[in-house]
């Protein structure tokens, strides 16, 4: 064979395979762009304040600091102090397609959730249901009201739900986890997944001076009847001023 026609046929393969790469990484950042992402009418978002990406308490002070909290005070939650701890329970942090782009680690990449704010005590936001838009750090109303009793309710009735200013939910895509992983996948990395995130949470309320407390103990379908989704809720976390 020609030299040439050996040195074409590498180029063709490196080429082919330049392709697949880009094709897959394409595939991944579309997926995990998908869940719960639909066409909604452009008044119906609420853009958040922009998160900080550096504060006053260090990131040692924090772990240390961090308990949970399951008294909360009557004080209202601003609208950046829920826009940071949005960010913390599943923002974006670094662009492009081969960094990480959010701020828990998942899987392959598919962070499977759905965020939901439970909001009942934020100034300049009505109280209500919201989904959390992570790729634009926005919320779009769900449901208007205070469902902080109800939620409270489907939490086995521990009262601290209800007193909580706010609330984030995250809610598991298992059938996104079975399609690329099978029942290992389900069984170990979604529940991974969301521990990442709410310890975020956690040290992120720390940081704020906020309390909170993650809560796994829930009647499944009472939470999805709040949200309207059926996907499974895996975490609660009351968000508040904690009340020593
Ligand atoms: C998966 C999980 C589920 C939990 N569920 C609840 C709950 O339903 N109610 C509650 O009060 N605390 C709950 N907790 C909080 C733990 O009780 C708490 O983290 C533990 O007692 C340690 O205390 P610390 O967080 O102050 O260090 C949960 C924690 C985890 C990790």
Redesign the pocket.
Known sequence: MHVWLRKRGILVAVLLLVIAAAGWIASEVFVANQVGEEEVPSDAVIRLPPPRHAGEMSVEEAIFR???I?RFTDDPLTLAQVSQLLWAAGGKTIDGVTGATRSFPSAGGLYPFDIYLVAGNVTGLAAGIYGFQWRDHSLILVKEGDFRAELMAA??R?G?VAQAAVSIIWVGDFDRVRRRYGPRGVNRYISMDV?GA?QNV?LQAEALGLGT??????RDTMVQEILGTDLVPL??MPVGKGSR
């Open positions: 961090r308990r949970s399951r939490s086995l521990q601290f521990g709410g956690h407390v993650i809560v796994g103990a829930f975490y609660i």
